[in-house]
């Protein structure tokens, strides 16, 4: 017969605070450049609704998780800025603890150049990769 008591023990030994410190995280959002970041540093390659424009910069981002609670976000690289990943990986950079991304493949790429982007990338703090079917021509 098995004895369980030391397993209780232990789960029992686990401070309170360690036991409830789980991270939030948001596992997929966007963010993009302001009109005038777009203007001067991060032209978009579809522009968001000019409603939204000034709406989804990283600061902004993190007043709205701080409110929510939110750690820790992965950031989807967004349509509007298509390909040209420096917006997002600017924001990585910036904000390290709370920021990681998600590329968006380029069908275009060849194979070696496709494999070349993504090493780039992955040192840039990206996690992962988004293959998004409509920007396929086949």
Same mark, same amino acid.
């Given at each position: 017969?098995?004895?369980?008591?030391?397993?209780?023990?232990?789960?029992?030994? *686990? @401070?309170? +605070?360690?036991?409830?410190?789980?991270? %939030? %995280?948001?596992?997929?959002?966007?963010?993009?450049?302001?009109?005038? &970041?777009?203007?001067?540093?991060?032209?978009?390659?579809?522009?968001?609704?000019?409603? /939204?424009?000034?709406? +989804?910069?990283? &600061?902004?981002? *993190? !007043?709205?998780?701080?409110?929510?609670?939110?750690?820790?976000?992965? *950031?989807?690289?967004? %349509?509007?800025?298509?390909?040209?990943?420096?917006?997002?990986?600017?924001? *990585?950079?910036?904000?390290?603890?709370?920021?990681?991304?998600?590329?968006?493949?380029? @069908?275009?790429?060849?194979? &070696?150049?496709?494999?070349?982007?993504? !090493? !780039?990338?992955? /040192?840039?703090?990206?996690?992962?990769?988004?293959?998004?079917?409509?920007?396929?021509? &086949?």
């Amino acid at each position: 017969m098995m004895r369980l008591f030391p397993l209780v023990y232990l789960v029992c030994a *686990i @401070p309170e +605070a360690a036991a409830f410190s789980m991270k %939030i %995280i948001d596992s997929h959002l966007h963010v993009w450049a302001s009109k005038s &970041e777009a203007e001067s540093n991060f032209p978009y390659d579809q522009p968001p609704p000019e409603s /939204l424009q000034n709406n +989804a910069t990283p &600061e902004a981002l *993190i !007043e709205q998780m701080d409110k929510a609670g939110v750690d820790g976000a992965l *950031i989807v690289q967004p %349509i509007n800025h298509k390909y040209d990943h420096s917006y997002v990986a600017n924001a *990585i950079k910036k904000y390290p603890h709370k920021f990681k991304g998600m590329l968006l493949h380029d @069908p275009e790429l060849s194979p &070696e150049m496709a494999v070349k982007r993504l !090493e !780039e990338l992955v /040192l840039s703090g990206y996690v992962g990769v988004r293959f998004n079917p409509y920007l396929w021509n &086949e």
